[in-house]
Every structure is written in structure tokens, then in C-alpha cells.
């Protein structure tokens, strides 16, 4: 299934949560990452027709011994198999998110279990959204309306260690109207938050897209970053040196060392090639940098 539609059609099912951890083993924590300085995390979509193990082997073998985006209930399942989860699905839709009020109730709900679910597991991070702008809203009024939420969340993230981290993507090419589809509105709802466990998923396909200026832009805002997110532009494809992609990837992993980064670097690109070599080469560059 399609990462984007998924996380459009499928909130974490209330109760569901509850059920598989019950079911997971107490102690499980994610493997320790071997690629350098980075952690680094591939996306279930890079298993290709490689079998559940083949691909555990393979994550492990590289040194990115870790998945991005999984639902919650899926955790246990790859944690047994040696393969932790990086960012695990939350509450929030792409389009349909926190920055409309009468979201605000069922999503504090749902999210308040998984972030418990994640911290039982030893999943660091999870995901959240904006939402689509609103019909006579502007951007600051739906940027209150995420802040709200945000801070009712942000007390409950701390005690559980858990960051939730909320996803920047273009509004002109993939998600037409989103709300969270610039740096600076981003920034200014970390620093309205006011919580080191409320952070921005900086999702370097989308922001190349929307402002460039990928390396300076980092440097300037690299404290309110939690996560990254990687792919080629135009083609959201590998980005090889030999590919058609705009974006140097090597001068970018070596920007995001610099700033003293040590969290997680997922890459979620749309597969193409041989999955070993593939998630391989994505690795290298920045273990390398």
C-alpha cells in the first residue's frame, strides 16, 4: 500500500493499541544502529518481494537495523526479528490534523495510548501532522489550533520519553493544501510548544521543493529537528550521485553531523532498484559524510 495513502485513510484504531502491547515482549527495545554517527532507518516499503527475514538480514547486515513508519501493532512483530522502529504511525491524518479544533478530543485520546505504546516498546519517535489548511482559517489561527493540542500532548510525551514530531511536506506537488509546508511555521510552532518533546520531521524531498536553501536552512533551525526524512527531487527515487537529483546528499548528511544530530535519518524514497543495494547505497552516504 501506498505510504501517503495510508497515512491518509488509516488513523491508529482506538483500543488497538492496547491489545498489541499487551502482546509484545516487555523489555524490547530497538537494536543499537552500527552505521556511524547517524542512525539510519529504511522504510517497509523498501521489502520489495524480499521475504520478512531476508529483509531483517539485510537492514542488519547494512547497519540500519531499524523501520520508519510502522503502526504500532506491527512493532512487536520486527522487533522479534532483530529490527526496531524508528517512528511509528500516530493519531493525525496528513489532511486531517491538529490544526482543526474538533480534531482535538479524538486525537489527544488516541495519541496520549500510542505514545504510552511507544514508550513500552522503545520507540523514540512519532509522527503528526498539521492537517489541510482550513476553509477561513488563516495559517497563525491554525497554527494556535496545533499549539493547543501540542501542549496538552507535550507533558505526556515527557514522561514517556517519547517525541512526537511533526512532518513538513510540500502543499504544491504531494498534499495540496497542507498547513506544516514551510520551516519558519514549523520553528515558530516548536517554540510556541515549548517542549524538547515536540520536534520537526524535516523531510528534505518536501522542503527542497517548497524553499530550498536545504543546508543553510538546517544550520539555522537544526535544535528544532527531531527527525529527517530522505528521498530524491524531482523523482522522490534514489539519489546516487549517478541519479537525476538535485539535491547533493553528501553535503547534506555532512551539514546535519555537523550540527551534533544523533537522531534518526529515515530514509523514505520510493523504491526502484534491488532493495539490498538500494537501502546499501542510501546508507553509504551517510555513514561516509
Known amino acids: 500500500m501506498n505510504r501517503r495513502h495510508f497515512l491518509q485513510t488509516a488513523a491508529?484504531?482506538?483500543?488497538?493499541?492496547?491489545t498489541a502491547v499487551a502482546a509484545a515482549i516487555a523489555d524490547a527495545k530497538t537494536p543499537a544502529d552500527t552505521s556511524g554517527s547517524f542512525l539510519q532507518a529504511a522504510s517497509p516499503d523498501h521489502r520489495g518481494k524480499l521475504t520478512p527475514e531476508e529483509f531483517a538480514s539485510v537492514l542488519k547486515r547494512i547497519g540500519a537495523p531499524a523501520l520508519d513508519l510502522l503502526h504500532i501493532g506491527r512493532v512487536p512483530f520486527w522487533q522479534k526479528l532483530g529490527i526496531g522502529c524508528s517512528l511509528a504511525h500516530g493519531a493525525t491524518r496528513v489532511m486531517d490534523g491538529y490544526n482543526k479544533r474538533a480534531n482535538h478530543a479524538r486525537y489527544i485520546a488516541t495519541e496520549t495510548r500510542?505514545?504510552?505504546?511507544?514508550?513500552?516498546?522503545?520507540v523514540p519517535n512519532i509522527i503528526c501532522f498539521s492537517g489541510r489548511r482550513n476553509k477561513g482559517?488563516?495559517?497563525?489561527?491554525?497554527?494556535e489550533a496545533c499549539a493547543e493540542a501540542l501542549r496538552t500532548l507535550a507533558?505526556?510525551?515527557?514522561?514517556?520519553?517519547?517525541?512526537?514530531?511533526?512532518?513538513?511536506?510540500?502543499?504544491?506537488v504531494n498534499q495540496p493544501g497542507y498547513q506544516a509546508d514551510h520551516t519558519?511555521?514549523?520553528?515558530?510552532?516548536?517554540?510556541?510548544?515549548?517542549?524538547?518533546?515536540?520536534?520537526?520531521l524535516y523531510d528534505i524531498y518536501h522542503m527542497q521543493i517548497m524553499e530550498g536553501n536545504i543546508i543553510r536552512t538546517i544550520r539555522a533551525n537544526y535544535q528544532y529537528i527531531g527527525h529527517y526524512h530522505t528521498a530524491g527531487v524531482p523523482t522522490h527515487g534514489e539519489f546516487e550521485p549517478n541519479d537525476d537529483n538535485e539535491v547533493n546528499y553528501a553535503a547534506v548528511a555532512r551539514a546535519i553531523r555537523k550540527t551534533g544530530f544523533r537522531g534518526y535519518i529515515g530514509h523514505e524514497y520510493s523504491l526502484t532498484r534491488d532493495p539490498e543495494k538500494s537501502i546499501e547505497a542510501a546508507v553509504r552516504i551517510f555513514r561516509e559524510a
Open 114 to 122: 500510542a505514545i504510552e505504546a511507544c514508550a513500552k516498546l522503545g
Open 137 to 143: 482559517q488563516s495559517d497563525e489561527e491554525g497554527l
Open 184 to 200: 519558519a511555521w514549523g520553528v515558530e510552532l516548536a517554540k510556541r510548544v515549548g517542549s524538547e518533546r515536540f520536534k520537526l
Open 12 to 18: 491508529l484504531a482506538a483500543g488497538a493499541t492496547t
Open 155 to 172: 507533558p505526556i510525551a515527557e514522561k514517556a520519553k517519547v517525541t512526537l514530531v511533526m512532518e513538513l511536506l510540500n502543499s504544491t
